[in-house]
């Protein structure tokens, strides 16, 4: 039975897990589609770069992939320390990478005079932003949006690409 990734994760117990994203409708993530003979091979690429991408963004570091003709694995390193590490301005820089942002954060990187109602919010925000900066499930959903788009800008065509991500948990009896 499956459950959703939070419940799964407990970063007091390790920092390692395993995660695997698969492609829905017969799609081609890489490889030689043998009914049509076209090669999707370019696509290994889109992933590695965007994953070297992601790691120099959120504080999760990639220790291990593998990508398949329909599917990827990572195995991720949660660096919760290094989040915590930031400075405000730190975090907002990382996630303005991937996104605007709130009006009031792009404020703040402006060096902008704030009101003490807006420093609340401010606080809020970031302490959101950080906490998102070493989220598994952030750093996936950004990795399998951004190569859903490509394939489906290339393949012509709209709707998903992966089916949801999965956390694989190897358990040992003791």
């Not at 459950?3 to 897990?17: E, F, G, K, M, V």
């Not at 009006?103 to 005079?113: A, C, I, P």
Request: hydrophobic share 35%; glycine share 4%.
């Amino acid at each position: 039975m499956t459950q959703n990734r939070a419940s799964l994760i407990s970063l007091s117990d390790t920092c390692y897990y395993h995660c695997v994203s698969r492609c829905v409708r017969r799609s081609f993530l890489c490889g030689i589609d043998s009914y049509s003979g076209q090669s999707y091979e370019h696509r290994r690429g889109w992933v590695e770069e965007r994953l070297l991408y992601l790691s120099s963004v959120f504080a999760i570091d990639v220790c291990a992939y593998a990508v398949m003709s329909n599917h990827v694995h990572l195995v991720l390193h949660v660096d919760v320390d290094k989040a915590l590490g930031w400075s405000d301005k730190q975090v907002l820089s990382l996630w303005h990478t991937l996104y605007k942002g709130t009006l009031l954060t792009q404020k703040f990187m402006r060096d902008d005079v704030l009101s003490q109602g807006e420093l609340i919010t401010l606080h809020e925000t970031i302490a959101e932003y950080r906490s998102r900066l070493h989220d598994i499930s952030w750093l996936m959903r950004n990795l399998n949006e951004y190569i859903a788009r490509e394939a489906n800008k290339e393949d012509d065509c709209t709707g998903r690409f992966y089916s949801l991500p999965s956390l694989a948990l190897t358990l040992r009896a003791s």
